[in-house]
């Protein structure tokens, strides 16, 4: 054991093999360079005298936090909780995919007396949209077992929930349904990296997350780079470097997921996934699930025309999301290799139910971009921001047209090839 002193910190670390080292520290990062690796323990979830153990290969480093921003916590006005009916309607649009999967492709020969059906959610936020999820696949996986006459294993069930480590796990916790059917139990860091060990998830299902990027890219924050995204948010109408350093990143993130799951999921595990994507017909440009970007941007350039925020704080704030075209999806999936592709289907969601008045609408976008904003800007933007913003939204009719509105997606379905790895 070796005490090093980093910071005015003390941190003991123990080398026990070449890639595994325990560490003991509250709320602190510290990067350790050794050969060929560099490795970053952020002990925060685990409390103040808890041991944060990171052990593995330099392929499967432990990614526990990623420089993103939860969706905003707590249950009030803005919160997440009281904003993300639309991603409830994506899983309640895809309740039909779920069932159908399930009773394709799960198999009961999984279940023990001894051992839970593992199942974890990844991007589960603060809820309610989790539960009904974890709800929808639990009663297929029951109806499964009484449609073979397995009544008598009906299995038990082991959920992980997980999100970020800013995540609001307080309010998920306290909202977990009193009638749910399943042990429940948290996971903080970023699904790009391990987060279970091997082969011990049955299902990961995640929906609405993938389209997260885990950091900007570097490029569209420089000024000396032909994708320096100057006056913009987000990459609707941006150059095609803008478009190409996004659609990079998003590879790169969707590799390491897939490469992270690979290694945790069963031999014939099934992978449920709901992904915003972006739409294979030209959109109006006003009705483009981008152009709210845009018009968030627009609103922070009039800040900074009358003073309240600075040119170069706009500048280096971008929103960190991609919609991939579909064909991209599926080109990353079959070059990982692990996974059999079941199916990738698309369905759309329309925003008119969901956002029947402007003020809705910004509270959706509010719940997941405020953190964000709060951070970068330095907090106390956001009323006059959101205000900005849903003043201009009402100059785009087509924003709010019932017709119009609709964001895609597709379901997709993957099973862990047996025996690879
Ligand atoms: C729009 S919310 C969707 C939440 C929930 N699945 C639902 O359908 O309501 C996206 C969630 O993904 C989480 N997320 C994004 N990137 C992540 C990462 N790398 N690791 C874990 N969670 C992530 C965010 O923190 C956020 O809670």
């Given amino acids: 054991m070796k005490t090093y002193k980093v910071r005015q910190r003390q941190w003991r670390v123990l080398v026990v093999q070449n890639w595994t080292l325990w560490t003991r520290k509250k709320k602190s990062c510290i990067q350790i360079i050794l050969p060929q690796v560099m490795l970053s323990f952020v002990s925060a979830p685990l409390g103040t005298n808890s041991w944060f153990r990171l052990c593995g290969t330099n392929k499967e480093i432990f990614k526990t936090k990623d420089r993103l921003y939860a969706m905003k916590g707590g249950e009030g006005a803005s919160s997440y909780a009281q904003n993300s009916t639309f991603q409830r309607d994506a899983i309640e649009a895809s309740k039909e995919f779920i069932r159908e999967a399930i009773a394709e492709n799960f198999d009961s020969k999984w279940t023990k007396p001894t051992s839970p059906i593992c199942i974890a959610d990844l991007g589960c936020s603060t809820g309610p949209n989790t539960f009904l999820a974890m709800q929808t696949m639990i009663e297929a996986i029951n109806f499964q077992f009484q449609s073979e006459g397995l009544v008598a294993q009906m299995p038990e069930f082991q959920v ?52 997260w990027l885990s950091k900007v890219p570097k490029e569209i924050m420089d000024k000396g780079s032909s994708a320096w995204n100057k006056g913009r948010i987000f990459h609707k109408n941006a150059p095609k470097e803008v478009v190409d350093a996004y659609a990079t990143q998003y590879k790169a993130d969707l590799e390491s997921f897939l490469h992270a799951r690979a290694q945790e999921l069963a031999n014939n595990g099934l992978m449920l996934l709901q992904i915003p994507i972006a739409s294979d017909v030209i959109l109006d440009s006003d009705v483009d699930p981008g152009k709210i970007f845009e018009v968030l941007g627009s609103c922070l350039l009039d800040m900074v025309r009358v003073g309240m925020v600075s040119e170069e704080k706009v500048d280096s704030f971008n929103v960190p999301l991609f919609y991939p075209p579909i064909k991209n999806v599926k080109e990353i999936v079959e070059s990982n290799g692990i996974f059999r592709i079941e199916r990738m289907r698309p369905f759309h969601v329309k925003n008119n139910v969901t956002f029947p008045t402007v003020q809705r609408l910004v509270l959706f976008y509010r719940a997941v971009l405020d953190e964000m904003i709060d951070q970068h800007f330095g907090g106390g933007i ?38 690879l790895m």
């Fill in 160 to 211: 992980f929930f997980n999100d970020q480590i800013s995540n609001d796990f307080n309010t998920l916790f306290k909202n977990l349904p009193q009638s749910r059917k399943y042990f429940a139990s948290g996971v903080p860091g970023s699904f790009r990296g391990r987060l279970f060990p091997r082969k011990t998830l049955h299902l990961v299902h995640s929906s609405s997350s993938l389209c």
């Fill in 382 to 419: 956001g009323d006059e921001l959101f205000n900005r913003l849903a003043k201009k939204v009402k100059e785009f009719p087509n924003y709010m047209n019932p017709k119009k509105q609709k964001i895609d997606f597709i379901f997709v379905l993957l099973k862990r090839k047996p025996n």
